[in-house]
């Protein structure tokens, strides 16, 4: 449905900033959304922001309101996260997810309802 390809993780020390970016591709159709979910060891995998790819509507999680900023550019070919005041608690894997479907404000939190995935970038937040 849509390729998608994370690239920006790392490391880096609690209150610093990191990007994460995802390279949007469609195949046979346009995402309805793109979000980042994140996975810690031993958790479940979490949403973290979603963008809707027609407008500006934004989504975030309550853990990153306020720190994280989720944006796309104006060719629509990348999706960034931005995370700013990085905690240790945001260690994980950041995933990139796409939907083709419309979704409602909650639906578009749950990773079920997302078709295409990216492979992930690790970010490690060190204190």
């Known amino acids: 449905q849509v390729e998608l390809v994370e690239s920006g993780g790392g490391s880096v020390q609690a209150g610093d900033s990191l990007t994460v970016s995802c390279s949007v591709s469609?195949?046979?159709?346009?995402?309805?959304?793109v979000a980042w979910f994140r996975q810690a060891p031993g958790k479940e995998r979490e949403f973290v922001a979603a963008?809707?790819?027609?407008?500006?509507?934004?989504y975030y999680s309550d853990s990153v309101k306020g720190r994280f900023t989720i944006s796309k550019n104006n060719a629509k070919t990348t999706v960034s996260l931005q995370m700013n005041s990085l905690e240790p608690e945001d260690t994980a894997v950041y995933y990139c997810?796409?939907?083709?479907?419309?979704?409602?404000?909650?639906?578009?939190?749950?990773?079920?309802?997302?078709?295409?995935w990216g492979q992930g970038t690790q970010v490690t937040v060190s204190s």
């Open positions: 963008v809707k790819w027609s407008g500006v509507s934004t």
């Open positions: 469609p195949r046979a159709s346009d995402p309805w959304a």
């Open positions: 997810a796409a939907t083709i479907l419309s979704r409602t404000s909650m639906g578009i939190t749950r990773s079920y309802h997302y078709g295409s």
